[in-house]
């Protein structure tokens, strides 16, 4: 019994610390057989999940960049985004706008140092002409503190390489002129 020092009263615990991490305990594992019963039972191999952070990620057969290798069940994609804005990368190769994209084809790594951020894997390569050294670009909804060095520490490692940066505003610029046109467009689930 605890002592309710404003009224002086002994009231009874509702809650021990036991009971409540052992509630806790069966609460996480009711949620992790949950989400593994999801898994495995998902005949479908273009099944797009969210992942930890809520973010829809996965294959989307309708996508193929220019690689030699492409597997069989699409192109496997972080976000929603990401697979909108190469959609209208494909949009744009079929326009004649652009030669050629890949996704995520190359990492960037920052030499000396030791804590932190140390290698860089931008979205896109674009090539607008096979001529023209290609550039990169990068679709970030939120730019949280990990990505702006990231972003940082290329423009300091590797001046010479352009890296685009598509935004909140340049994103929703696209998606207001282009949704309606570019086939299986992603709008996210409310």
């Known amino acids: 019994m605890a002592l309710n020092t404003t009224t002086g009263i002994h009231m009874k615990r509702r809650w021990k610390q036991k009971d409540l991490r052992t509630l806790e305990k069966k609460r996480s594992k009711k949620k992790k057989a949950s989400r593994k019963k999801l898994l ?27 690689k030699k290798k492409q597997s069989p069940k699409g192109l496997y994609l972080r976000s929603s985004w990401e697979a909108n804005y190469a959609r209208y990368l494909m949009f744009l190769m079929d326009k004649g706008n652009i ?17 932190g951020v140390t290698s860089y894997l931008p979205d896109f390569k674009i090539w607008e002409t096979l001529e023209q050294d290609p550039y990169f670009v990068e679709v970030k909804g939120y730019m949280d503190s990990k990505s702006a ?26 998606k207001n002129k282009l949704s309606s046109i570019i086939p299986n467009w992603e709008y996210p689930s409310i």
Not at 161 to 167: F, G, K, M, S
């Open 99 to 115: 030669q050629r994209w890949e996704y995520e084809p190359e990492t960037f790594w920052f030499e000396g140092i030791k804590r």
């Open 149 to 174: 060095t990231k972003l940082k520490r290329m423009a300091k490692y590797y001046p010479a390489i352009r890296v685009d940066l598509i935004d909140k505003h340049k994103y929703n610029e696209i």
């Open 40 to 66: 495995t039972t998902s005949d479908d191999s273009s099944t797009i999940m969210p992942n930890a952070k809520g973010i829809m990620c996965g294959y989307r057969q309708d996508i193929r960049d220019c």
